[in-house]
Nanobody, 121 residues
């Protein structure tokens, strides 16, 4: 029904940059929120950033000033530009969208499979 395809994860040195992408497809009638979450070993999954339809954004305090979330509505794609990466950013990053499908009257959350980001020297 709805599929999310993530890309862009990998290994990077501290201070480096990486950009994650997530493209949504399927019988989508409207996307309200697109965002990124992450989960490090032994820790709970946390919100990194999200963006709503009109462009308003929110960021976790730990990434403010370093990460930027953006979206391409024509492509149903959300991006996460990560700069000045730190070892503490190491985690599996998950794409998330809140969307309505055709014929549905409620919003539903959909998740990508996750992509590993490792920050190490």
């Amino acid at each position: 029904q709805v599929q999310l395809v993530e890309s862009g994860g990998g290994l990077v040195q501290p201070g480096g940059s990486l950009r994650l992408s997530c493209a949504a497809s399927g019988s989508i009638s409207s996307i309200y929120v697109m965002g990124w979450y992450r989960q490090a070993p032994g820790k709970q999954r946390e919100l990194v950033a999200h963006i709503i339809s009109l462009g308003s954004t929110n960021y976790a305090d730990s990434v403010k000033g370093r990460f930027t979330i953006s979206r391409d509505n024509a492509k149903n794609t959300v991006y996460l530009q990560m700069n000045s990466l730190k070892a503490e950013d190491t985690a599996v990053y998950y794409c998330n969208i809140q969307a309505r499908t055709r014929g549905a009257g409620t919003r539903t959350d959909y998740w990508g499979q996750g992509t590993q980001v490792t920050v190490s020297s």
